[in-house]
Every structure is written in C-alpha cells, then in structure tokens.
RNA sequence: GGGCGCUUAGCUCAGUUGGGAGAGCAUCGCCCUUACAAGGCGAGGGUCACUGGUUCAAGUCCAGUAGCGCCCA
C-alpha cells in the first residue's frame, strides 16, 4: 500500500467496476427497498445541496442493499420547463438569435442538445460522488414513458373535471410571456411610494366634509385605467354616505360605483381604495362580489394597450363599458405608464400627496422581472378534491415525516390550497393535449386521431393543438409511478410503489412533495412513500446561502479533485447575472482560498456531509470538516497498513488453529458490538451526524489510538504463544474487515479498496464488498468484564502520560511506575496487563507497594484509591510539581464543596431519589480522600 | 398579521426520559516513538442569549424579553 492515503489514485476504477458488473441493479430479492431520486433539472450540473442530498440517499441505499433487501435507487432528470428554456434562449442569444428566429422545432431540437450536454455533465457528476442508482432505468420527465403517463393522467383528470379552462388572473411574467404558479413568485420588499389621487365625485355629489372628491391611495397608479370601483369600508362614517354614489375616473371619463366593502382597511391611506380587478387579485376578489367589470388594460409586455377590454366573472366579453385609453398612453411599458399617470393627475390638480412606503414586490424566482396579475385562458387542476386523501396520508400516519415538525407546513399549505394553474407559454416541455376546432370548441385525448374518434370529427375539421405547454411540476408529480412504467401494468409498480422513503429539501415540499401525494394516491391508491426526509439547506460557513451571485458557490467535484484559485476564481466569476459583482467575488475568493482548495476525496466529503446533517434546517458548511475526515481517512488507510504489515503472508487464523484472545483483542471485539448497534440506532432516524460520530469514535478513539497500540506488545514480544499471536492477528484483520463492512455506506471508495485486501485474510473470496452483508450485532462478542478492565489499563496510562505531560518528559524516555495503596483486583489486573502497561505508558519498570511501604518523592496520580507514583529523582522539577499538583487541589475543592453544598441541603437529601443521594455522598468521599491525599503530597514536596 | 425555527468553547455544531457541560477545527506545550507530521501525547478555553417560574435539582420543562433567520398572507 502507499504510504500515504491518496483518493484520486481509488477513487474512479471502483465505481467503473461497480457500474459494469451490474451491482446497482436491484437484486430482485428480499424486502422492496426504494429511493426516488429528486430529479435533478437538466439546466446545468449539480451543487453542493444536491451532492448532500446524495450522499445521504447513497449511504441508505448501500447499507440496505448490504441488509439484503431488494434495494432500487430510481435516477432520472427533469426537463424544468422555465429555467432550461431561458438557459438555451440566453446562449441563443449569444449568438445573436431568438428562439422565435428558429422556430419551434427547430427550438426544441436546440433545447434536446442542451439536455444530452448537461445530463452528461450532472451524470459524471453523480459517478463521481460515488451513487449507486440503477443506470438501466434512467428516466427523464420528457421521455416516452412519462410523456403517456402526463397524456393519460390529464386525460383522466379532463375526463372527471379536475382539469378545467378558465380565464382567470395568473402570476404574469412579462419577461418570459409566461404563467407561472404563486410558488415561482417571491415576495421581496422594496422601497416604493404611496400616491394619493383625486377622484372627483360624479353628478354634483360632495363629501361629509364638503369636498366635490375623495382620495385613494395606490402603490400603482398605472392601474388606475383599468379601474370598476372604489370601496371603503361599510362602517366608515367619513363615506357612509357616499356608498352606492358614484366618482368620474379621470383621465378614461368611466363612471365606476362606489361600494362598501369589508376588505378595506380603515387605517390605510385614506380608507378609500380603488378596485381594479383585472389587475390585482386581492380586487379581482372584492370586483367578483360587487360585479364590478374585469377590465384589462395590458398586453403580453405588460404595456399599455390601444383599448381596454372588459370581461365579466365567467369570462365573457363585456363591450357595454367605456374603454378609452387616453391618448399617449397606448404602447406605453407600465413604468412609464405610472410617470405619465402621475405627471398627468398633478397638471389636472388631481394628484393629492405622495409617501414613502415600502410594498412587497412580487418577482419572478427565475427572470426577476415584477410579476403582473393578469387576466388570461389558462388551464387548472381543481385541487380540492386531490387535497383530501393526501391530507389525510400524512395525518394517519401513513407518510411520515421526519423530522416531524414539518408536517405543520405540509398540514399549513394544504389546507389553503388555491387551484393550479398548470398551462405556460412555453415551448419546451409537455404539449397540453388538447385541440380546438375553427370555433374554438376544445377536446382533449391522447392524440389527435383519438379526439377525431371519440369526438366523431371527420378530417374535413380541421383542428390545431393547444400551443402551451404544462407546469413541469405537474410531470414531476407523477415521478414515483412514471418511473416504474404506468399506466402499464408493470413489476416494479407493483414491488416500488411506495416507495421507502423520499429525501430532499424544506423548500420543494409544495411544489413537489404535496403534489406528488396527491397524484399517486389519485392514481395508484397507495401513497408514494412512507417517509419524507427533510434535510437541511446547505450554506456557507457564514450561514449565507450559496448563490451565483454572491460567488460563493462551490462545486462538490472541486473539493474532491481540489482546484487552483485563479481556476477558482475564473468558476466564480463567469456568466454572472450582474457582471458588476466580479471584483468583489474575485476578492472574497482570493481571501479566503489564497492557497487553491486542496484534494479531498469524495469520501471526506461524503463523510463530511453525514457528519453535518443534524435536524437543524440550516447546515453551514465549513470546509475545516472536510479537511479533518480526510486526515480521517488517512488515519484509516495507515491503519490498514499497519494491519496488512502485521498479517500479510501470516497465519491470522483465517485456516482454522486456536486463537486465543487477549483483554485487549476482547475488549475490541465488544466495542465493535456497541458500534453495530449505535450505528444502525442512528441510521434508521436519520441522525447521519450520530452515525459518523459512531463510527469516528470506534475508528479512531478506540481502533487506532488504543487497540492497534495494544496489539504491538502481543506481536512483538517473544515471549507471545502461537495460539496468542494467531489471536491478535485474528482480531485485527476481522474487525477491521467489519468496521469497513459498518464504513462503506457512508465512505465507498476507500472501504471498497482496503477491504480488497484485508478480505481474504479474513478467509473471505469474493469480489466486492458493496454486496457483503452488512455486520450483525453478536450478543456473544459483548464483555463487560473485557470493558471495566480495559478501562483500568487505559486509566493507568494515562495518569502516566498525564504526568509526562504536563511534566515535561519526552515520550522516549521510559520511567519507572511504583502502584502503591491498590486492592487485590488492582494487583490482578496489572499481573494480567504487565506488559501493556510498560509499552504504552513507556514504563522502565512496575513495583506494587503495600501501604505503609517506604516511598520515594514522587509525582502523583490518583485513580479511586490507587495511586502512581514516578519518582522524581533526575525526572521531575519540584516546583512545577507542586504547581500541577496545587491546581488538581483547586480543582477539587471547588467540586467538593459544591457536593457538600448540596448534601446539606434537607430539601435535597429528605427528596432527591436515594440512588441520586447516595452518588452524591460518594463523590464526597471521594473527592475528600483524593484532596487529603494530594495535600500529603504537597507537605511531602515542601519538606525537600 | 399567522406559522416555524435558532441563540452552548475563538469557529462549525452535538447534548435523546431533568441528576457530575461534549466533539471536530483552531490555540498552546512536548515529541520526526517502526501504521499515520494529513501524525502522536498532553493542556487551556463555556454566567449554555436574558428575565422569571416549576423542581431537592434546569442547557434540558413552562412563561416572557431581546437578537437572528425561514415560510405563508
């Protein structure tokens, strides 16, 4: 083996011999065991939440897969309509072209060259963290098999009215000519300001107060064209006696009501609000109850069309109604539109004041363009009745969630469900099916012939498809049945569905978790998994969430090949969004990765991401970590070097011949038994964190600090038995192959490569340990009494390096040990461990001394009534001594008054539990005999 | 406005039913000891955000305050 542990020389040929011996498959026997992949989106490659998400899926599935069950981790992408459309339209436009330039064809063939590039890239990537999905069964939510599901379930759903057309408000993007759903909105703050606007009162009305106007205030005030009413509320004195009158809309001349209207807020502005229900949804609420006109004034651009036009609530044309648009307005974008608004209504002395607000501003997640309520023919999923049985899924029990707590938000969301605008104006993705004839009569089927049959509609109708396409959740939502063949009747239906559990973020649980319930349990009656891990988003080590734009993302695959700065740098800096950024990235990287980022492994960062995945929802990532389970797995790949030093070419047993066990090799064996146990506890609640700390601490605190150390004495001394050696050989070749047996689901790469050759030591041919069975807790391998001794010897050793310590004495020097004051089990044990004490603590000599024996000064350490003693002569500086020893007595007496604070308390000792008070005394005593002991110490230092 | 969460060592975080505050990294000291200097051995470091309550006993349970964050309207 090399001397050093060096992951890029393992890392790669594994995996390719992984993949082509088919070991990803599921095997076809043994309890169904299924993880869906969230598909990732074909827009570029995956960052460091997916490669989390990853390891987590990959470590469940290769340890159940070595459980023996029938283990499927599905793979597959998403077409993710919106964002890998503006991907390929943004490099056309590179180029100078449209998609419109190309046409539609010849888009969506540019779109399917895209998605072979960055599939590539997000499939290397994937092989590269080492995830072991079925490759056979790679899907794609465009591809054939989800392309019938999509068909068939919006036929089903048209069929039982789920699906209907409306026009409706939507979530307008202008920038991309799109829908979108409330979910691809964010809200964001912004500094705006408030303007009050006169509306004179029509037919000679006036106000309480006298005035021939009333004052509503607007964040819009573009809006105001496409006005129908204005609304106060119906216990508002001030316009108590306005409701039912009418004002004169300035600039369009439309007399529009006033009504009374419970919406309205009292307190804000003015306490008169204009209604515009084509433009706002809360007034397209408020307009719906008074019937006040839809009246549209936008186009597509979100600019100012050359005449209104109106619509009633169930979308029919309303042209009875003034729809001017003043002249110099038609064409106009809606911000100069406002200007022009606000310009206007201040030379009609009808702009009353203007003040500062701050507004939520509703933007497109992925454009950033202001999203525009707008009215449009759209098709939706009514979700009311799709609501109820995945509601109850998760409230029976059926779906869990874990942690727990967020089935509050799954419970939040889905009572307040609003139906689902599925159709947008795209070109890339799945083509509603449904058809118009030339009177625009709508069908829908699975295709055109179809719609002609069932419709009886000969070839002299002529018919043409519906040009939107849909929401590429509504695919995503069919991914636990798509993917296992339906609506074919198919095996891995029936083996996969439910599957085992679902992992991935907080942030999709609307958009695909609930959706995903409510499709399947619609379709297959079953619900699509049985649990939901919900993992935390991964941030910077600052707790800022990593973006392109603040250019402090980092490519898994960077930590495990590491990279150069200015590479680094160059990554960080290109195809930003805002190219003003670059400096200041530029910067920051610099700063804070001046020497590059070194190689890690994708096992340290596998590991890396286990240890960190707690239950808390913010996991900031700390390269430091990464850095530390490298130096891990060194540590690993040094032990297994040492094993190999001491075993290859020797008899370890593995032919049979009496092995016999040392305390030290019993003592490694029940430890092991503990970390089987702990390590499954922990698996099984996805506590990935406890996991990794298992296992670290068995590996490194027990394998490698105490066992391998304790194994030398056994080897190297002359004096060993054959039976003796043949034993610590044994153990060390087993329980290593065992821990890299516990090892591999969260570290693949370097268990797979040691285990190659510890395996046949340990008696074992075969070819992979991906397909062991993973280790069984052995009730028989459990000591106590191995465990209370070790701790003993290792108590010894300690107090002696404690003393070396802070004494000073270099570890190569060995020094004389006197045990003085110990009971028969202290003189037992060290009969037994002799020669252990003498190697790890470096001793020169032991002697046992009875009380009262004559002793020489010395320093001193303590373990319950025994104590240690080196003599000081040539070793030890008195003065320091005296120090170390004076600062143990501080120590103490603090502790013991504290405990005899305590005890002196009647409360405490009349009602604590007698065990708690009894623990309580013998600390006392304790600690008081220790402290006597110590300060003879100090008596006896000070008479030199 | 409604909901959820966080505050523990310099940093990143554990702390399961209330009963002697932990890990990793960083820091300091000694050591190139034959698996490992990507290392070993040892050490220092905390008013568990604050206030009050329950309790013999609170990082842990309850109420409130402050600060930070997320989701929804």
């Given amino acids: 083996m090399e001397k050093a542990y060096n992951p890029s020389d393992i890392e790669q040929k594994w995996y390719q011999k992984w993949e082509s011996s088919d070991y990803f498959v599921a095997s076809g026997e043994g309890n169904p065991y299924c993880i869906l992949i969230p598909p990732p989106n074909v827009t570029g490659s995956l960052?460091?939440?997916?490669?989390?998400?990853?390891?987590?899926?990959?470590?469940?599935?290769?340890y159940h897969r070595m459980k023996g069950d029938n283990t499927l981790w599905q793979v597959g992408s998403d077409h993710a309509g919106i964002a890998t459309q503006m991907?390929?339209?943004?490099?056309?436009?590179?180029?100078?072209?449209?998609?419109?330039?190309?046409?539609?064809?010849?888009?969506i063939d540019k779109v399917w060259e895209w998605k072979e590039h960055s599939g590539g890239t997000i499939t290397r990537q994937m092989r590269r963290l080492g995830d072991s999905v079925d490759w056979n069964r790679e899907a794609f939510t465009m591809d054939d098999t989800c392309s019938n599901a999509v068909k068939e379930v919006f036929v089903q759903l048209f069929k039982e009215d789920i699906i209907y057309r409306g026009k409706r408000l939507v979530n307008w993007d202008p920038k991309f000519h799109t829908a979108i759903s409330d979910l691809e909105v964010e809200n964001i703050e912004e500094k705006g300001s408030l303007w009050h606007f006169r509306y004179p009162l029509a037919n000679g009305e006036t106000t309480a107060d006298g005035k021939s106007y009333i004052v509503v205030a607007t964040t819009r005030p573009e809006t105001m064209l496409g006005d129908t009413a204005v609304a106060v509320h119906p216990e508002d004195e001030r316009y108590?006696?306005?409701?039912?009158?009418?004002?004169?809309?300035?600039?369009?001349?439309?007399?529009?009501?006033?009504?009374?209207?419970?919406?309205?807020?009292?307190?804000?502005?003015?306490?008169?609000?204009?209604?515009?229900?084509?433009?706002?949804f809360n007034d397209y609420e408020v307009?719906?109850?008074?019937?006040?006109?839809?009246?549209?004034?936008?186009?597509?651009?979100?600019?100012?069309?050359?005449?209104?036009?109106?619509?009633?609530?169930?979308?029919?044309?309303?042209?009875?109604?003034?729809?001017?648009?003043?002249?110099?307005?038609?064409?106009?974008?809606?911000?100069?539109?406002?200007?022009?608004?606000?310009?206007?209504f201040d030379s009609l002395g009808?702009?009353?004041?203007?003040?500062?607000?701050?507004?939520?501003?509703?933007?497109?997640?992925?454009?950033?363009?202001?999203?525009?309520?707008?009215?449009t023919d759209q098709w939706y999923v009514a979700v009311e009745s799709l609501a109820k049985p995945a509601i109850e899924a998760v409230e029976s029990g059926e779906i869990k969630f874990v942690p727990e707590n967020?089935?509050?938000?799954?419970?939040?969301?889905?009572?307040?469900?609003?139906?689902?605008?599925?159709?947008?104006?795209?070109?890339?993705?799945?083509?509603i099916p449904a058809w118009y004839d030339e009177d625009g009569n709508v069908y829908v089927g699975r295709d055109d012939e179809e719609v002609r049959k069932d419709n009886n509609l000969d070839s002299s109708v002529s018919l043409r498809q519906d040009e939107d396409v849909l929401d590429t959740w509504f695919s995503s939502a069919l991914w636990p049945?798509?993917?296992?063949?339906?609506?074919?009747?198919?095996?891995?239906?029936?083996?996969?569905?439910?599957?085992?559990?679902?992992?991935?973020?907080f942030d999709i649980i609307f958009f695909w978790v609930a959706r995903m319930i409510m499709m399947t349990k619609k379709f297959i009656g079953k619900v699509p998994f049985k649990e939901v891990y919900i993992t935390g988003l991964i941030r910077d080590e600052h707790g800022q969430k990593m973006s392109k734009s603040k250019g402090n993302v980092l490519d898994p695959i960077d930590l495990i090949d590491g990279i150069d700065v200015d590479s680094l740098v160059s990554k960080r800096t290109t195809g930003l969004m805002n190219p003003k950024d670059a400096k200041k990235i530029e910067k920051r990287t610099r700063k804070e990765f001046g020497e590059g980022i070194e190689s890690y492994g994708t096992d340290a960062l596998r590991f890396t991401f286990c240890a960190l995945a707690s239950t808390s929802r913010d996991i900031n990532f700390d390269l430091g970590r990464v850095e530390g389970n490298r130096n891990f797995c060194n540590k690993i790949w040094n032990a297994a070097r040492y094993v190999l030093m001491n075993t290859e070419g020797q008899d370890c047993g593995q032919n049979g011949g009496d092995l016999q066990l040392?305390?030290?090799?019993?003592?490694?064996?029940?430890?092991?038994?503990?970390?089987?146990?702990?390590?499954?506890?922990?698996?099984?609640?996805?506590?990935?964190?406890l996991v990794s700390q298992a296992l670290f601490s068995f590996i490194k605190n027990e394998y490698c600090d105490w066992y391998l150390e304790l194994s030398k004495p056994v080897l190297n001394d002359a004096n060993s038995t054959a039976e003796q050696v043949r034993g610590t050989r044994h153990t060390l070749v087993n329980v290593l192959e065992t821990v890299l047996r516990i090892a591999h689901p969260l570290m693949p790469f370097i268990t797979e490569e040691i285990w190659q050759r510890i395996a046949p030591l340990a008696g074992i041919k075969d070819n992979t340990i991906m397909l062991q069975s993973f280790p069984k807790f052995d009730e028989k391998r459990f000591d106590e009494a191995a465990a209370d001794d070790l701790e003993w010897v290792k108590n010894v050793v300690v107090g002696v390096r404690n003393i070396r310590g802070e004494m000073n004495i270099s570890p190569a020097k060995s020094v004389p040990l006197i045990i003085h004051n110990g009971s028969a089990e202290d003189e037992r044990r060290l009969n037994e461990n002799k020669t252990f004490l003498m190697t790890l603590a470096k001793l020169e000599s032991i002697n046992w001394k009875q009380k009262g024996d004559e002793l020489p000064v010395s320093a001193t350490a303590l373990i319950g009534n025994m104590d240690l003693l080196i003599p000081m002569a040539g070793l030890i500086d008195v003065a320091a001594e005296k120090a170390r020893v004076n600062k143990e007595i501080d120590r103490l007496s603090k502790d013991k008054e504290r405990f005899a604070a305590k005890l002196a308390n009647p409360n405490f000792a009349d009602r604590a539990p007698e065990a708690v008070v009894a623990k309580e005394k013998e600390k006392l005593a304790e600690t008081e005999a220790t402290l006597e002991k110590l300060k003879q110490q100090i008596t006896q230092l000070e008479s030199l």
Avoid at 47 to 62: C, Y
Avoid at 88 to 94: C, D, I, K, Y
Avoid at 254 to 269: H, L, N, Q, S, T
Wanted: hydrophobic residues 35%; aromatic residues 10%.
């Fill in 240 to 280: 108590q006696s306005l409701v039912g009158k009418t004002i004169t809309l300035p600039l369009v001349g439309r007399e529009i009501p006033i009504v009374a209207d419970e919406y309205v807020d009292k307190e804000f502005g003015t306490g008169c609000v204009k209604i515009t229900p084509a433009h706002d």
């Fill in 662 to 689: 040392s305390l030290a090799d019993r003592w490694i064996w029940s430890r092991l038994q503990s970390t089987i146990e702990d390590f499954e506890k922990h698996l099984t609640t996805y506590r990935f964190d």
């Fill in 406 to 431: 967020w089935s509050k938000t799954y419970f939040q969301w889905m009572h307040n469900l609003q139906d689902w605008c599925i159709s947008r104006q795209l070109w890339w993705g799945h083509r």
């Fill in 481 to 505: 049945f798509a993917t296992m063949g339906w609506p074919e009747k198919t095996k891995e239906l029936e083996t996969f569905v439910p599957s085992s559990v679902l992992v991935t973020g």
């Fill in 350 to 375: 009808l702009l009353d004041s203007i003040k500062d607000h701050t507004l939520q501003t509703p933007r497109g997640d992925r454009s950033g363009a202001v999203i525009e309520p707008y009215l």
């Fill in 47 to 62: 960052h460091m939440g997916h490669a989390f998400q990853h390891t987590i899926m990959d470590t469940l599935t290769r």
């Fill in 87 to 107: 991907v390929v339209e943004r490099n056309l436009s590179a180029e100078g072209q449209t998609r419109q330039d190309l046409g539609r064809e010849a888009f």
């Fill in 287 to 344: 307009g719906k109850r008074h019937n006040a006109p839809l009246v549209n004034i936008f186009n597509d651009n979100a600019a100012i069309r050359n005449t209104a036009e109106a619509f009633d609530y169930k979308g029919k044309a309303i042209t009875d109604i003034n729809l001017m648009i003043p002249d110099g307005y038609a064409g106009l974008d809606r911000f100069d539109a406002r200007k022009k608004i606000i310009d206007d």
